[in-house]
């Protein structure tokens, strides 16, 4: 966890080298975070009445600065733990989401206009004013993007609060934008209520865990200011009996649960199989993981799992696997170790087998480098299985007959679902995320992205009123 030096400041820590201090930011306090949102609601008069095409222009250069920024994908390597390779490849998806929505935007926003024999109609799409974007730790750059992108580019203008946990690449990122449009609290819960409550934010999107997000919901409901919510999953992943068990299959299945370090929301968190082919799938699995898990420092070459975030973090993986073991199931060890695991916050990598599925381990959220692997013996079971709880972020289908996958996905209770792959190899720029049930609401990406940071507003003439109409009684009803 990040440690403080005083009540006014924020130390963060790197995870794999706890003694080694990464960098400092001052905490904002709720005179703080009033003048940021104050001064971003001055800029936004003078930004809304910028032509959408210039807007969306600033968003592509900022999408060149982002990519070309030197320092920042070691930078958030050693904040968070996550491996360079993965740091430097969302720097770029960061960038290619930006240049997305640069390119999107002026169609998505423009008015759209009928004129028929019902009438005259125009709906335009206005922005809200300030955007409140609380970001969390594990995909800062990214998952801080695709809220101050959109955002900007329908005239609004932002207040981000980036995780504690990873403050200083998002950052400095940040600064690829116009001056003034984009400004950065830094802080923790107290800070996140102060800015989601402000009478004067009227959008707040945050993405995080289901705690986090009622009480983010909680401070803007007082103000009656509406949210976005990306929270948590338990994403199950079904096989089919006609899986494809090739190599690279298995590599994806693999790291769709191990990509950094199992702490991703929309990550394989419930692996089901036909308990036909249960003994198959395993052994693949195992095969799969000594190909592609490297557990070690993150800016080491070749390293594919880092640390998890904190220490807090740590125990409760390992509390999971213990609980595990305690339950009779068997737990096994995954990929190759390349560092001192008591140097950090490593945790190993690890498939559990022959737990229930009432097991901690299986019916909640394990965020974090521990996955269980669950036999079924017809479809129906599984999907009923695979559809408990009260989450609904993302699922994965894997079959040989996409015909038959497909028919399987729209069964599922989930905002996203994969097919033959999962997590982030399975998203695209146009296909619009979020969750159902308590994983949120709203959307990220896609049309539907753009849109969430507009309010539609309507102008419209009635045919009966206009030059020619036939009129209509004062009381009447519309027909």
């Known amino acids: 966890m990040p440690a403080s030096s005083g009540a006014g400041e924020i130390v963060r820590e790197n995870p794999a080298r706890p003694q080694e201090i990464v960098g400092r930011v001052p905490v904002a306090d709720a005179a703080r975070v009033d003048r940021a949102v104050r001064d971003a609601e001055t800029r936004q008069r003078d930004w809304c009445r910028v032509p959408v095409g210039d807007r969306a222009a600033a968003l592509a250069r900022a999408a060149d600065a982002v990519d070309g920024m030197p320092g920042v ?168 009996d006609d899986a494809d068990l090739t190599e690279a299959a298995m590599d994806r299945l693999v790291m769709a649960s191990f990509a950094t370090a199992g702490q991703v929301c929309m990550a394989a968190k419930r692996l089901y199989a036909p308990a036909s082919r249960l003994a198959e799938v395993r052994e693949a699995y195992l095969a799969a993981a000594e190909r592609t898990l490297v557990l070690g420092d993150p800016l080491h070459r070749g390293t594919t799992v880092g640390p998890v975030v904190s220490a807090e973090a740590a125990g409760r993986v390992r509390g999971l696997v213990a609980d595990s073991v305690r339950r009779g199931g068997a737990v096994t060890e995954l990929g190759s170790v390349r560092t001192d695991m008591d140097d950090g916050y490593f945790v190993r990598p690890a498939l559990v087998t022959d737990v229930d599925d009432d097991a901690p381990v299986v019916a909640g959220e394990q965020f974090g480098p521990v996955v269980p692997l669950l036999g079924y013996d017809d479809e129906d079971e599984a999907l009923a299985r695979a559809n ?65 940071y507009t309010q539609t507003c309507a102008i419209h003439a009635p045919a009966a009123f206009r030059a020619g109409g036939g009129g209509m009684g004062a009381g009447a009803y519309p027909s």
């Open 388 to 452: 408990a709880g009260d989450l609904g972020l993302a699922a994965s289908v894997w079959s040989a007959d996409e015909d038959r996958a497909f028919a399987f996905a729209r069964r599922f209770d989930a905002g996203f679902t994969f097919v033959n792959t999962h997590n982030r190899t399975g998203m695209a720029l146009r296909a619009p995320f979020g969750g159902v049930k308590r994983s949120g609401h709203g959307r990220e990406y896609g049309a539907e992205g753009l849109l969430e």
């Open 73 to 240: 994908a070691e930078l958030l390597a050693r904040e968070s733990g996550k491996p360079l390779a993965d740091c430097a490849g969302e720097i770029r998806f960061a960038a290619a989401y930006l240049r997305w929505a640069a390119e999107h935007a002026p169609a998505a926003y423009a008015d759209r206009e009928t004129d028929d024999d019902a009438g005259r109609l125009v709906l335009r799409h206005r922005p809200y004013g300030v955007v409140a974007a609380i970001t969390p730790w594990n995909a800062p750059i990214v998952l801080t993007l695709l809220k101050a992108g959109p955002a900007l580019a329908a005239g609004n203008t932002v207040v981000v609060k980036p995780s504690p946990l990873a403050p200083l690449a998002v950052a400095r990122v940040l600064a690829a934008f116009p001056p003034g449009l984009v400004r950065v609290v830094h802080g923790g819960a107290e800070t996140a209520r102060a800015l989601a409550g402000h009478p004067r934010v009227h959008r707040v999107a945050f993405t995080g865990g289901a705690e986090a997000g009622r009480a983010i919901g909680t401070a803007a409901a007082k103000a009656v200011t509406p949210v976005l919510l990306e929270l948590g999953g338990n994403d199950p992943v079904v096989l089919l």
